[in-house]
């Protein structure tokens, strides 16, 4: 493993994460309020320098949001997105005063596809635009950050004039993002070299990375813009996203650290919480994270090739760069069973760094006895399934009560399925083609609705014929998509569980919604 000297001199590179707003636009992504606030604090105590969270105009649950993280958050820089409007930079900065450190992050379009067909404004009317608009943020917060949003299509000398016109008005960092994920690494070096020194005033600011994953080169371009001169690099948790995706923050972390030796920079990140937070944000927005994802994929330290066991086995170094502990990995344990008491249970969750509150846990700890009555052996995984439907269901309206379901080569498949709601329990009887069908064909008739299913997908928790299934479900109504999940060592079941809990989240939704529409009248 490459190591390199302590006393080497390191420029240090601002982590700045957000997952909380570019991160939640990734469809059927949505947190809750409760999720947010879990999210920011762990961010917070991993070392994050600026938490991006959220874009307060967009509606009363960002600001609130954003509001009452800037009032909890006790290292971190707090940013609110603004786009170059008053209301939105006003907005931004009544949702950020009450931090210890609040920031304004503002962007407009630069390049010409974006002014011609989106901004609709000549060249000189956006940098007025800028010039007006920075400087209202200025008055607001002492830290103010401008975006030229699609900035690798912009021409190099109109992108150098509105640079120069936001550290002007103000802009105390420089973002220059690849918002449509066009970029190469060269292309994105030079552009940042370029603007550094063409721009008189470019040192008066920090210069940024925004790297988008269209083409998977988001993490290449991040390390490339920092070569070229930036100095923060934005990113998500797990990459998540709006389309591929942005640069994945886990990821840009161990490669500085891991690559010290050609990359001179360091980052204030506990290295060892990304496993828990890559965990957290993939139970918060229902959305799994690939096998095969790097550093904390379920994949990333596991070799099955003869080759590579017989070199891990006579050193690590052979095929690992990175120790599985560096990211806070450990082994999954089999001490969970029937015969485990309350103690043990919150000894492992403490262990998995799952913390719940009394009613939270008591409930946990029925639903592992339960568990431990059906499987031999409770895995890690099992037990971070549970507690994620958990957390996840606490809140539903609708709750599955039963489940039989009939099928077969010969057909047809037939499912009974009984929920309960405030109104009581209800059930109903379905055909479908296959138990899938006939299940969700079930819950229709019970709760009918017109969301469009655009997900199905199982995968096992842990290793065994006993092993939970993990179901994820993402629904679209409208403009709106929700991802659920549900876990049971039936796969029918924990596929009635997610498909209740992702149209539980659309009428929550909608609720929201028209409480919102109620007082604006």
């Not at 912009?154 to 002007?168: G, N, S, W």
């Amino acid at each position: 493993m490459t190591t390199t000297s302590s006393t080497t001199a390191r420029e240090r590179i601002v982590i700045f994460d957000t997952t909380l707003r570019d991160g939640e636009q990734c469809p059927g992504a949505t947190m809750t309020h409760d999720e947010k606030l879990a999210v920011a604090e762990l961010l917070d105590t991993m070392g994050v320098d600026v938490i991006e969270a959220g874009f307060p105009i967009a509606s009363i649950g960002d600001f609130e949001a954003v509001s009452e993280i800037a009032r909890r958050t006790k290292r971190a820089t707090i940013a609110g997105l603004a786009r170059a409007i008053p209301g939105d930079i006003a907005r931004a900065g009544e949702a950020v005063r009450h931090a210890q450190r609040g920031r304004i992050h503002t962007f407009v379009s630069t390049s010409p596809i974006h002014l011609a067909h989106q901004m609709r404004k000549s060249q000189d009317e956006v940098l007025e635009i800028i010039l007006k608009t920075v400087a209202q943020a200025r008055d607001l917060v002492e830290d103010v950050e401008w975006s030229a949003m699609d900035a690798t299509r912009t021409p190099i000398d109109y992108l150098c004039r509105c640079v120069e016109a936001a550290i002007k008005a103000g802009a105390t960092t420089i973002n220059l993002p690849d918002t449509v994920g066009y970029a190469t690494p060269a292309e994105y070096r030079d552009m940042f070299a370029s603007v550094r020194e063409r721009v008189p005033n470019a040192d008066q600011a920090i210069f940024s990375v925004h790297c988008h994953n269209d083409l998977g080169l988001a993490i290449a371009n991040s390390l490339a813009g920092i070569e070229g001169g930036a100095r923060q690099v934005e990113c998500t948790i797990n990459g998540i996203g709006e389309r591929a995706g942005n640069a994945a923050l886990e990821e840009i972390v161990m490669a500085l650290r891991t690559r010290a030796d050609v990359l001179p920079y360091e980052t204030g990140i506990e290295s060892t919480m990304l496993t828990r937070a890559s965990k957290l944000v993939s139970h918060a927005t229902n959305f799994p994270v690939q096998f095969n994802k790097a550093i904390v994929g379920r994949n990333a330290f596991a070799h099955e090739s003869g080759i590579h066991q017989d070199g891990m086995l006579k050193n690590a170094e052979t095929y690992e760069i990175m120790t599985p502990a560096s990211v806070g990995l450990t082994k999954t344990s089999l001490v969970m069973g029937k015969h485990s008491g309350r103690a043990a249970f919150r000894s492992k969750l403490d262990d998995l760094g799952l913390h719940l509150s009394d009613n939270q846990f008591q409930d946990a700890f029925e639903r592992f006895k339960a568990l431990a009555d059906r499987k031999k052996h409770v895995y890690d995984e099992d037990i971070e399934a549970l507690v994620d439907e958990n957390l996840a269901t606490a809140h539903d309206r609708i709750r599955l009560v039963s489940l039989s379901v009939i099928a077969g080569t010969r057909g047809p498949q037939r499912a009974t399925l009984r929920i309960a709601d405030e109104t009581g329990t209800r059930i109903e009887e379905a055909d479908g083609n296959g138990p899938v069908d006939a299940v969700f064909n079930a819950i229709t008739a019970l709760v009918p609705h017109k969301a469009e299913l655009e997900l199905y997908q199982v995968q096992a928790v842990s290793g065994g014929t006993d092993a939970q299934a993990e179901v994820s479900v993402r629904l679209r109504d409208g403009e709106r998509s929700v991802t659920a999940r549900g876990a049971d060592p039936d796969t029918l079941v924990a596929s009635a569980k997610a498909y209740l809990s992702a149209l539980n989240k659309l009428a929550a939704h909608a609720v929201r919604v028209h409480a919102q529409h109620a007082a604006a009248e």
